[in-house]
């Protein structure tokens, strides 16, 4: 069973803090990507990388930075956490056939 | 711009009437095409690909390149249809963007 796992469901930072979101895959996938899900709004590719140490920035990256130091492993950076990142964050990962999702990380800005 | 939208936030419907979810495109080069489903506190999961023009739990979706539309369709709704439906379209280095995304809620 092919996998997207992130690291935590549920997190909840205080403003100003530094917050890393990780994101392994199993599938030997080049292609990974953060987004976030809002109500009303979808999914917001936020950045993606199509190999190690490669990253694009996405739709939406201010405030946002990203790390694929290894090949299954990204991870997302939110540089000085803010209230406006309280969000649902989706990782997923991508051969060439279909998008594999991580169960999300529900983060919380206080 | 490439863009995917879905006109409809929340679609409500009884059980056993048709569903067709609504989707539109903007693309320049030959689009493929997805929607994608997210049930109740699962994660957000592959429904069907244009490309495969399969049938995955009754739905269908056909690409319709003059009406820039790909809508997802079912004759007979169920009440575990009930989800959150986005269509997406592939860009380069495989990357997807996805619509807003519509609620599918089936009455009992």
């Known amino acids: ?110 | 711009a490439q863009r995917v939208t879905q006109p409809e936030k929340l679609l409500s419907v009884f059980k056993g009437a048709p569903v067709e979810l609504k989707c539109n495109y903007s693309y320049s080069g030959s689009p493929e095409l997805f929607w994608y489903v997210q049930y109740s506190r699962q994660r957000l999961q592959l429904l069907l690909r244009h490309i495969s023009r399969e049938s995955i739990k009754g739905f269908t979706a056909d690409l319709n390149k003059g009406e820039t539309s790909f809508h997802l369709k079912k004759p007979f709704a169920q009440e575990e249809d009930s989800a959150m439906y986005y269509c997406a379209l592939l860009l380069g280095y495989q990357k997807v963007t996805f619509g807003t995304g519509t609620k599918l809620q089936v009455i009992p």
């Open chain 1, 1 to 110: 069973d092919v996998k997207v796992t992130q690291s935590s469901r549920y997190l909840v930072k205080r403003t100003g803090e530094k917050v890393f979101l990780e994101c392994v895959q199993d599938m030997d996938h080049e292609n990974m990507f953060w987004y976030r899900q809002d109500p009303g709004l979808g999914l917001r590719l936020i950045y993606f990388s199509y190999d190690v140490k490669m990253k694009e920035k996405g739709d939406i990256p201010e405030g946002y930075s990203v790390s694929r130091e290894k090949k299954e492993r990204f991870s997302l950076i939110l540089e000085s956490a803010s209230t406006n990142q309280t969000s649902m964050y989706l990782c997923a990962s991508n051969g060439n056939t279909e998008a594999f999702f991580g169960q999300g990380t529900r983060l919380t800005v206080v």
